[in-house]
């Protein structure tokens, strides 16, 4: 079971932080948007799975569907909140199709790959650190974002959230989270001469950053747990 979900999760992750474009999100309300969303999905479950035909997969694609177009033009919700709401809806029914078909995995292409789900939860912890955390700690910090704050390099603040939450979550599944303090000394540093001078900045400095390490602890101690009940990639100190 745990190895067909980690291959859905992947699947999942990749659709909905790699291959929906921005312009998708903008345009979901358009229905041949969410469709070619929905055909992405499908693809890459099969993709992942190592299989086309398997019936659950186009169920799980179809809900994926439901539970977009139910965000989108039924409830018409953004920001925190609703994002994680609609993520935790997606990830019950990864579960819910690995517990009611858990074989999908044994039955596909890749199940001879033994490392395979395991590589497949490393990347999906990744990508959620790093991509789906951009989205994340981005909703957390729209209030603010729009105050008169420092201007710094295009893209720079995102950039640097991505750069820091990967490595938290490296530091993590590595086994050597003691190297986050020296991150966490180094932004401290790098950020004293603009946070000391604006209380406000150095107060959304803060609350952008305790969130952001906070995403990659929990994303990296999360995939570890994950990564303990899968056959061993052999790559990571301390997986069984």
């Not at 990749?14 to 469709?35: E, I, S």
């Not at 569907?65 to 809806?89: E, M, S």
């Not at 400095?205 to 305790?210: A, E, N």
Request: proline share 5%; glycine share 10%; charged share 10%.
């Amino acid at each position: 079971m745990i190895t067909t979900f980690a291959a859905l999760l992947f699947a999942h992750v990749l659709a909905d932080f790699v291959l929906q474009t921005n312009w998708m999100v903008r345009n979901k309300r358009n229905p041949l948007v969410l469709l070619l969303h929905g055909v992405i999905v499908l693809v890459t479950l099969q993709a992942a799975l190592g299989t086309v035909t398997a019936w659950p997969l186009l169920a799980l694609a179809g809900a994926h569907l439901v539970i977009d177009a139910l965000k989108t033009h039924a409830l018409r919700l953004t920001g925190l909140w609703p994002f994680l709401g609609d993520q935790a809806l997606h990830v019950i029914t990864l579960i819910l199709t690995a517990l009611l078909a858990p074989t999908l995995w044994a039955q596909g292409l890749w199940s001879g790959l033994e490392f395979l789900p395991a590589l497949f939860a490393l990347l999906s912890g990744l990508l959620i650190a790093t991509r789906a955390g951009s989205f994340a700690i981005g909703f957390l910090m729209a209030p603010w974002s729009g105050q008169d704050l420092p201007k710094g390099l295009e893209n720079g603040g995102y950039l640097i959230g991505i750069l820091e939450r990967g490595l938290v979550f490296l530091l993590v599944v590595v086994g050597q989270p003691a190297g986050i303090g020296f991150l966490i000394a180094a932004k401290s540093v790098l950020r004293f001469d603009t946070t000391s001078k604006d209380q406000r900045a150095g107060e959304y400095v803060i609350i952008g950053t305790l969130a952001s390490f906070g995403w990659a602890l929990v994303t990296g101690y999360g995939t570890l747990a994950m990564l303990s009940h899968l056959p061993p990639l052999g790559i990571l100190p301390g997986t069984p």
